[in-house]
């Protein structure tokens, strides 16, 4: 069964903020919401992960709702190396379990 | 940074071969674990490994075995491959720690293509 939903598809423009979002409404406690984005004919890509707080790396934001049932993740400065497939993954243990993501793409 | 590398990024096969496709992680991982991707299916999770010698089914296993003999190293097999096996396969690892939830780095992945 499917944890996460996620639009099938989304475009933005280059220099723009990309606003990615995932619901999640039967998350439990104890599992974390794991961003990763698949770029054409590559592997997998980490990008960020939260529990209950918001975060920020290099590459992204991730908002969480307080009632963590969704979340949002945010590329500030979206670039056309940013068009790729994004994943929103709900898991609290090793194993991770792929949906089909939103193909984010970027336009010149 | 972490690398896992695959043994091949195309591959061709025939009805009925034994595959051996390798994997090796050079982070001192614990975990690995193999997936398979199809269009429209996304990532499904064959077989994972949390440490050498220990395997477990994830949700496609049927048609597949692996060896993990080496830390480093994680083996899918298709022992007689068929032409629903062709697929993009990924290799992928990624550590433990105790409360600690740590992400998986996937390789290039290999393509097979069983004809």
């Known amino acids: 069964d499917a944890k996460t939903t996620q639009p099938p598809s989304m475009d933005c423009a280059e220099g723009r903020a990309a606003n990615l979002p995932c619901n999640h409404s039967t998350i439990s406690g104890n599992e974390y919401v794991y961003w990763y984005r698949q770029i054409h004919s590559q592997g997998p890509q980490y990008i960020i992960h939260?529990?209950?707080n918001n975060e920020t790396n290099e590459m992204a934001s991730l908002i969480i709702t307080e009632d963590r049932k969704s979340s949002t993740l945010i590329l500030p400065h979206a670039t056309l190396r940013d068009t790729a497939v994004y994943y929103c993954?709900?898991?609290?243990?090793?194993?991770?379990?792929f949906g089909t993501g939103t193909r984010l793409t970027i336009i010149p | 940074d972490v690398k896992v590398t695959q043994s091949s990024r195309y591959l061709v096969k025939r009805t009925g071969e034994k595959v051996f496709l390798e994997c090796v992680q050079d982070?001192?991982?614990?975990?690995m674990f193999w997936y398979r991707q199809d269009p429209g299916l996304g990532l499904r999770l064959i077989y994972f490994s949390y440490d050498v010698k220990m395997k477990e089914k994830g949700d496609i296993p049927e048609g597949y075995s692996v060896s993990r003999e080496k830390k480093e190293r994680f083996s899918l097999i298709l022992e007689s491959a068929s032409t629903n096996q062709t697929s993009m396969y990924l290799c992928a690892s990624s550590g433990v720690g105790e409360g600690v939830v740590y992400e998986q780095y996937f390789g290039p992945g290999t393509r097979l293509t069983v004809t």
């Open positions: 993954i709900v898991k609290e243990d090793e194993k991770l379990t």
């Open positions: 939260g529990l209950k």
């Open positions: 982070m001192d991982h614990e975990n």
